[in-house]
C-alpha cells in the first residue's frame, strides 16, 4: 500500500510541475507539427515563440480561403502522444494541441 501511494504521490506531482518536466526531459526547444492528409497545408507550432493553436487556426482558414477547390480541409498531427511520460498525463488531456487526430508517418497508423 504505501508504494501505491508513494506513485501515486510521484504521479501528482509530476503532473502538477509538468512544464518544468518537460523542460528537463526535451532536448532542445519543443515545436508542434501540424498538416492536412495530403500535406497541402502545414503549420510547425511554437509555444514558446507565441504561436498558438488558435493561431494555427486563424492560418488554416486564410489557406482554405484561398483553395476553396481543396479537399483536404482537416488538420492532423503529426505528434504521437506518449502516455508512458506520465509527467504529461494533465498536458495530454487538457491541451488544445492533443485534439486533432493522429496523422503518423507510417500510413497503418493514420486516420
Same mark, same amino acid.
Given at each position: 500500500?504505501?508504494?501505491?501511494?508513494?506513485?501515486?504521490?510521484?504521479?501528482?506531482?509530476?503532473?502538477?510541475?509538468?512544464?518544468?518536466?518537460?523542460?528537463? /526531459? !526535451?532536448?532542445?526547444?519543443?515545436?508542434?507539427? *501540424? &498538416?492536412?492528409?495530403?500535406?497541402? @497545408?502545414?503549420?510547425?507550432?511554437?509555444?514558446?515563440?507565441?504561436?498558438?493553436?488558435?493561431?494555427?487556426?486563424?492560418?488554416?482558414?486564410?489557406?482554405?480561403?484561398?483553395?476553396p477547390? /481543396? !479537399?483536404?480541409?482537416?488538420?492532423?498531427?503529426? *505528434? &504521437?502522444?506518449?502516455?508512458?511520460? @506520465?509527467?504529461?498525463?494533465?498536458?495530454?488531456l487538457?491541451?488544445?494541441?492533443?485534439?486533432y487526430?493522429?496523422?503518423g508517418?507510417n500510413?497503418?497508423?493514420?486516420?
Amino acid at each position: 500500500m504505501p508504494g501505491i501511494i508513494g506513485l501515486l504521490t510521484l504521479v501528482i506531482a509530476a503532473n502538477i510541475f509538468s512544464a518544468y518536466f518537460r523542460t528537463l /526531459t !526535451e532536448v532542445g526547444p519543443v515545436f508542434y507539427a *501540424f &498538416e492536412t492528409r495530403n500535406a497541402e @497545408f502545414e503549420f510547425v507550432l511554437d509555444p514558446a515563440g507565441g504561436q498558438d493553436v488558435a493561431m494555427m487556426e486563424r492560418e488554416f482558414e486564410k489557406f482554405l480561403s484561398l483553395h476553396p477547390q /481543396t !479537399e483536404d480541409r482537416e488538420l492532423y498531427r503529426t *505528434f &504521437e502522444i506518449k502516455p508512458w511520460q @506520465f509527467w504529461n498525463w494533465y498536458h495530454f488531456l487538457t491541451s488544445d494541441l492533443y485534439g486533432y487526430p493522429f496523422k503518423g508517418h507510417n500510413t497503418s497508423e493514420s486516420f
